[in-house]
């Protein structure tokens, strides 16, 4: 079993419709989560970071983790055209190794 | 701002060959990594470095051989190229990945083994 589970879509959803990605994790020593974003043929950018348990927003975007249930999401409000991309997550416990899920192919339709 | 710069962008190999895939950085970072991509697989890590002269392994390092001369470069050796190894390679960069810090990518190299 995969220390990082994420189911890999791929989603298509209308413009302006809210996207909803998860990743499930085993490993309880992971402390910090992140959300990247990864455009075809392009390295994957930090999207959005977090290391507790609750919600973060930054604009549309909101990263939510549930450290009880081994769960975290992220929240995508008024999708655009442009946030058509690979969404990865990632998790590190205290040391250098991420482990990152496979990737969700989101697709926003204009 | 370069960032990270790989080279090349795309690679062709025979089984068997050799070759190195070359990693700079112009941040003073630290640490480097090199993961693979694979569909479905996400990106799994296959050697990492937290400084000059101190490697180690990651999640996949068969087959593959890095060093780290100098705090910028960190190049990645196939030793002798399988056709499992076909992969995007993309090489990493942070200040501490184990504190939550960022990592930034390279581009990617594409590399087919035939």
């Known amino acids: 079993q995969k220390e990082v589970e994420q189911d890999p879509g791929p989603l298509s959803v209308p413009e302006g419709a809210i996207v909803s990605l998860n990743c499930t994790y085993s490993n309880s020593a992971f402390q910090y989560f992140m959300w990247y974003r990864q455009y075809s043929r392009k390295g994957p950018e930090l999207l959005m970071y977090t290391y507790s348990s609750g919600n973060k927003e930054d604009g549309r975007f909101t990263a939510q983790v549930d450290k009880s249930s081994k769960y975290i999401s992220l929240f995508i409000r008024d999708s655009q055209p442009s946030d058509s991309a690979t969404y990865l997550c990632a998790m590190v416990p205290n040391d250098y190794k991420l482990s990152f899920g496979a990737g969700t192919t989101v697709t926003v339709r204009a | 701002n370069a960032g990270v710069t790989q080279t090349p962008k795309f690679q062709v190999l025979k089984t068997g060959q050799s070759m190195t895939l070359q990693c700079a950085q112009d941040?003073?970072?630290?640490?480097m990594s090199w993961y693979r991509q694979d569909p479905g697989m996400g990106l799994r890590l296959i050697h990492y470095s937290v400084g000059a002269g101190i490697t180690d392994q990651g999640e996949v390092p068969n087959g593959y051989n890095v060093s780290r001369s100098t705090t910028e470069d960190f190049p990645l050796r196939l030793l002798s190229a399988a056709p499992s190894q076909t992969s995007v390679y993309f090489c990493?960069?942070?200040?501490?990945?184990?504190?939550?810090?960022?990592?930034?990518f390279g581009s990617g190299t594409q590399l087919s083994v035939l």
């Open positions: 990493a960069s942070s200040y501490s990945p184990g504190a939550g810090e960022k990592l930034f």
């Open positions: 941040m003073n970072h630290e640490y």
